[in-house]
């Protein structure tokens, strides 16, 4: 054994995951990291901001949304028959100036033209590059790694997917408090494209050298080729149906978390998209060691049947239960459900094509995903304003959806039966990728080949359906809601004086502060102090502590320390008490707040004399507490 097949031998874990790739996999992977980083950045707060913040009908929000679909879906055909032509690294860069130019629209879109000019840009851009990275993969993975490696794959999307959102969410909602700056989050998804430029012209070679000999009708006229083959085409007509269902995650669950007043106060809008990343993230690396052992004994297809599955349970989870922890545990479960479900897709797909039509069998790979993102967001639009918005009835919103979910795993159940158990030799029946014997022999394998298994699966349908209707109406905030539009409100803080006080060591000091003003955004209430001068020249005094309690009209709480000042110099705490007026009225801020001063241990005074140290109790301390509030002001038309 040579040294290097010896040194890869020893290695187990995370190394030996590394090095069983080359480093094409692993730039490619980046640049799916940063790329889709910025794309649910983007995604977690495009429909709020639109429909909240730019006031975009729910249905015309939709529409602009299954545009972008299309085009993100569709594009990849073409991109991957040019591929062939002028190479992967120039459609790389193509793709990425294209997005970029499209969040710089959406960071100034003001209107629905402007939503519109961006889908297209972004549309088209994260259209062309999405193939790319698979078909690399394809180019650079043995066939034997490629179940791991779309796991991996899929990975970093959703590590992505949870980083920069999470990020987002904090700095805008968690610190600039005004919900005008959304549009910031575009600026940060542009810049980290740019950053897959930089690595692109730096470290990227193409998988597969360039033909510029060709035309583009040479490299064009192969696509009708997959056409002819009738079962890859009956697979993508019924594989659209679990997009259509994907789709409603993507657009109005976080619309329909706010509406119905199922997030907390201190949950930011765009961390409803990073529970879903965040499940795949941590559970990936378990779920890929499962998909790589069961790998050998089902088929794609079975794991596909298995991960869709699930991720209905996910949606009717989320139908039926509206609490906080309902819908993440949904979100949760569907999220098992998808990583199971389309790295499994994406593999079958790499091993049907012919190796020299990976690339365009990779680019068709994205018909259903365009099929069922496209028709499931405009859809969605106009479902979610009858039942939700119209209705108050959110439950058949998405009892409907899980709906076309179950049609999804009937459809898959037949398709396997029908491809697996006609067209396999019957000592030994084959999956539709080459695997053969045992996922056929009893147990599980069994009750996915029976004929009754569709029929049952189709039977929930009506159940659910009914169900569904006979929920009541739920309260819908946005009813309630003072919408606040930035252009006719100017944020304003103001600095509403300062109160004065001593306290002495481990007492509670309790204030009542009013505050009158509508329209708040926060109250920040700041302690500052200072020892007083020690009573000589040569003693010193010690550091105060205090923690400052502070609750609101509307009974939210904020609390901080205890914390000393260092020595000689000023001490402060800060509670800062936030509304986010998407969601509530403003009024909820007005009014009285109970405001409670702690003081813990008074620094002693101190007198280092010989070898010993003179203590001379320091009884309190003076202190001044600082109010302000953050609060929207109506401007008044010049005359």
């Given at each position: 054994m040579s040294g290097t097949a010896t040194a890869q031998a020893e290695r187990t874990g995370l190394s030996a995951i590394f090095y069983r790739f080359p480093r094409t996999f692993w730039l490619v992977n980046t640049f799916e990291l940063f790329e889709r980083g910025a794309f649910y950045t983007m995604m977690a707060i495009l429909t709020y901001h639109f429909i909240y913040n730019v006031h975009i009908s729910d249905s015309v929000v939709g529409i602009a949304l299954g545009v972008l679909m299309f085009l993100l879906y569709f594009a990849p055909i073409v991109a991957s028959a040019l591929a062939e032509k002028v190479g992967y690294k120039n459609i790389f860069i193509f793709a990425f100036i294209l997005i970029i130019l499209g969040y710089l629209d959406f960071w100034k879109a003001h209107d629905a033209a402007t939503l519109f000019v961006g889908v297209l840009a972004i549309g088209v851009g994260a259209g062309c590059f999405k193939p790319m990275v698979s078909a690399t993969i394809a180019h650079v993975t043995p066939e034997k790694d490629r179940d791991v490696g779309y796991s991996i794959y899929y990975w970093m999307i959703n590590l992505g997917?949870?980083?920069?959102?999470?990020?987002?969410?904090?700095?805008?909602?968690?610190?600039?408090?005004?919900?005008?700056?959304?549009?910031?989050?575009?600026?940060?998804s542009g810049f980290l494209v740019c950053i897959n430029v930089a690595i692109c012209l730096i470290l990227f070679k193409d998988p597969v050298k360039a033909d510029w000999s060709r035309t583009v009708m040479d490299s064009l006229k192969k696509l009708p080729v997959i056409l002819k083959d009738k079962k890859f085409i009956i697979l993508l007509v019924i594989y659209s149906g679990f997009w259509f269902v994907y789709s409603f995650n993507m657009t109005f669950l976080p619309v329909y978390i706010v509406d119905f007043g199922l997030r907390p106060m201190w949950f930011a809008i765009a961390w409803i998209g990073i529970v879903n990343p965040l499940t795949i993230i941590i559970a990936g690396p378990?779920?890929?060691?499962?998909?790589?052992?069961?790998?050998?004994?089902?088929?794609?297809?079975q794991l596909m049947i298995a991960g869709i599955t699930l991720y209905v349970l996910g949606m009717s989870i989320l139908a039926f239960w509206k609490t906080l922890y309902a819908w993440m545990f949904g979100i949760i479960v569907f999220s098992f459900g998808e990583f199971i479900t389309h790295p499994s897709f994406i593999s079958y797909v790499s091993k049907l094509a012919p190796k020299d039509k990976v690339a365009i069998y990779m680019g068709y790979a994205f018909i259903p995903i365009g099929i069922g993102n496209t028709i499931g967001s405009v859809a969605s639009g106009f479902m979610y304003s009858e039942f939700s918005v119209g209705m108050h009835k959110p439950t058949i919103f998405w009892a409907i959806v899980s709906c076309i979910g179950l049609l999804t795993v009937a459809g898959l159940l037949m398709y396997n039966r029908h491809y697996t158990m006609k067209e396999a030799p019957a000592e030994e029946k084959a999956g539709p990728?080459?695997?053969?014997?045992?996922?056929?022999?009893?147990?599980?394998?069994?009750?996915?080949?029976?004929k009754a298994t569709p029929v049952l699966v189709l039977i929930f349908i009506p159940l659910l359906l009914v169900s569904s209707v006979g929920v009541p109406a739920d309260r819908f905030y946005r009813d309630e809601i003072v919408l606040i539009k930035v252009t006719d409100y100017l944020a304003v803080t103001e600095n509403l004086g300062q109160i004065k006080g001593n306290s002495q060591a481990q007492s509670n000091t309790e204030i009542k502060v009013n505050i009158s003003l509508q329209n708040v955004i926060n109250t920040t209430f700041k302690l500052l102090w200072t020892d007083e001068a020690p009573p000589g020249q040569l003693w010193t005094n010690q550091p105060d502590q205090f923690s400052l309690k502070v609750v609101a009209p509307d009974g939210q709480k904020g609390e901080q320390g205890p914390v000393a000042n260092a020595v000689g110099q000023e001490g402060r705490v800060t509670v800062t008490l936030q509304w986010d007026l998407m969601n509530l009225t403003g009024s909820v801020a007005t009014g009285d707040y109970n405001v409670t001063i702690v003081m813990g241990n008074a620094g002693p005074n101190t007198l280092k004399r010989g070898p010993g140290v003179i203590t001379r109790t320091d009884p309190g301390n003076d202190w001044t507490l600082d109010v302000s509030c953050r609060y929207f002001q109506e401007q008044k038309p010049e005359k």
């Open positions: 997917a949870f980083i920069f959102p999470f990020i987002v969410g904090f700095y805008i909602e968690r610190t600039l408090d005004d919900p005008g700056l959304y549009s910031l989050a575009f600026l940060i378990f779920l890929s060691r499962l998909v790589d052992k069961y790998s050998v004994r089902y088929s794609s297809i990728d080459g695997r053969r014997g045992v996922p056929f022999k009893g147990g599980l394998g069994r009750a996915w080949n029976m």
